[in-house]
């Protein structure tokens, strides 16, 4: 009855506001279908009514599906709107910073059956789509068709992210700090095009299992075109011994959903980029006179949940036989970083969460780098109004440079953030 009562007041607005009034007036017509659907309480017929409409929902977008259900497309929009201050050691403004720093568009759903899915995404701000080093727009951030042919494996062919660590598969809207890590920044493979695969099953009991493969190109999004590369190839097995997270909690931070029994999540990933030609693999500029260099990646992912309690622990690094370039400052950036990340949200839904994360590069190019290793503490606190859909976000950082080459660099730095979506 309840749902009855909803959908007859969805309807009745859906009517009045969509119409002049002359129109709605009309609704009041016994030979009126609307009318008559009400008049009947036949929630046969108001489903009828209400098929073609759109569904709307915060978070879960806009979503459109025609009678024969030959296709569906749910479009979402989200925005972060950002002001950061740097502060030197001295607590004097080095850097103001104040931007939409993510504005972005994205359509999901399948045609002609739904085990033929796609997903696209747009980025509109100048952090989004920077111009790449060979000169290419960096507007298309997803641009995926998958056949999903059951829950347990897929097929994927396009642009994406490529499935390496924790960190960089959480959506940037999933994130309890105003962003994530410098060690996330440094050695994540971000997006490449290519060939995606996934597996997925329960072994036994509550214990479920993942592999997670790729086959792309080397270069990151939107690069089209390599003469002297060769492919990245990626591998990654996720563990969860205790069952799966609500809500896909392993890729979304911290524990809004409260999990009543402890949940893991552990992870590992390799990556091979033969021949690459950027420093940092899939990112990074062009290294110099059109050399190339192949370079290997690793991440190690854990995660704890409990009771609005989570944990996180990172371990990722990037392995280079010949860093360094002869007569040039650029290089590889050889090494390893740590991130280490808690929280706990309340249950008026403000969250505190702690982060220390640790850039260690390899003794080989650490005069290159300017320090012995990076260290940077972050607190940061949330409030959730709609979940990760509508949030109001502060956190503040202290940055520390062993060895530091240059003194100057920002010590601390605060930032605030209003994230919406739709």
């Given at each position: 009855m309840l749902k009855l009562k909803t959908t007859i007041a969805a309807v009745s607005l859906i009517c009045f506001f969509s119409v002049p009034l002359t129109y709605s007036q009309k609704i009041g017509e016994k030979n009126n279908p609307i009318w008559k659907a009400l008049s009947e309480n036949n929630e046969r017929d108001i489903s009828e009514l209400l098929r073609n409409m759109p569904n709307i929902e915060v978070g879960k977008g806009i979503t459109f599906m025609p009678k024969n259900e030959s296709y569906k497309m749910t479009m979402r929009f989200r925005m972060q709107n950002m002001v950061g201050l740097s502060f030197n050691e001295h607590f004097?403004?080095?850097k103001t910073e104040a931007q939409v720093k993510r504005l972005r568009l994205r359509f999901d759903g399948y045609i002609y059956s739904p085990k033929l899915t796609y997903t696209i995404q747009l980025g509109f701000t100048s952090y989004?789509?920077?111009?790449l080093p060979n000169g290419n727009m960096n507007i298309v951030r997803d641009a995926m068709v998958y056949y999903v042919p059951s829950s347990t494996w897929?097929?994927?062919?396009?642009?994406?992210?490529?499935?390496?660590?924790r960190a960089r598969v959480n959506s940037s809207s999933a994130l309890q700090f105003v962003d994530r890590s410098i060690v996330n920044s440094e050695f994540n493979l971000d997006r490449d095009f290519g060939f995606f695969g996934e597996y997925n099953t329960k072994l036994f009991s509550n214990f479920n299992f993942g592999a997670k493969a790729s086959i792309t190109m080397g270069e990151g999004r939107n690069w089209n075109t390599s003469q002297k590369?060769?492919?990245?190839?990626?591998?990654?097995l996720e563990l969860f011994p205790l069952g799966r997270f609500k809500g896909y909690g392993e890729v979304i931070e911290g524990d809004y959903e409260r999990e009543e029994k402890i949940k893991i999540f552990l992870a590992g990933t390799y990556s091979y980029n033969n021949r690459a030609l950027r420093l940092q693999g899939q990112n990074g500029a062009m290294m110099p006179d059109n050399q190339h260099r192949s370079i290997s990646a690793y991440f190690f992912d854990f995660i704890l949940k409990y009771r609005g309690f989570a944990f996180y622990t990172d371990v990722m690094g990037r392995v280079c036989n010949a860093p360094t370039f002869k007569d040039s400052d650029?290089?590889?950036?050889?090494?390893?970083?740590?991130?280490?990340q808690t929280s706990y949200i309340f249950p008026s839904n403000w969250e505190i969460a702690l982060r220390n994360s640790t850039l260690l590069p390899?003794?080989?190019?650490?005069?290159?780098a300017g320090y012995k290793f990076n260290n940077q503490s972050?607190?940061?606190v949330t409030k959730y109004l709609i979940g990760h859909s509508l949030k109001i976000?502060?956190?503040a950082s202290y940055n520390y440079r062993k060895n530091p080459i240059i003194n100057g660099y920002n010590r601390w730095e605060l930032r605030f953030q209003i994230e919406l979506g739709l």
């Open positions: 004097s403004l080095n989004d789509a920077k111009v897929n097929i994927g062919f396009g642009q994406t992210k490529i499935k390496a660590n590369s060769g492919f990245a190839y990626t591998g990654r650029a290089f590889v950036y050889s090494g390893k970083g740590v991130n280490l390899d003794h080989k190019i650490q005069d290159l972050t607190f940061g976000q502060a956190d």
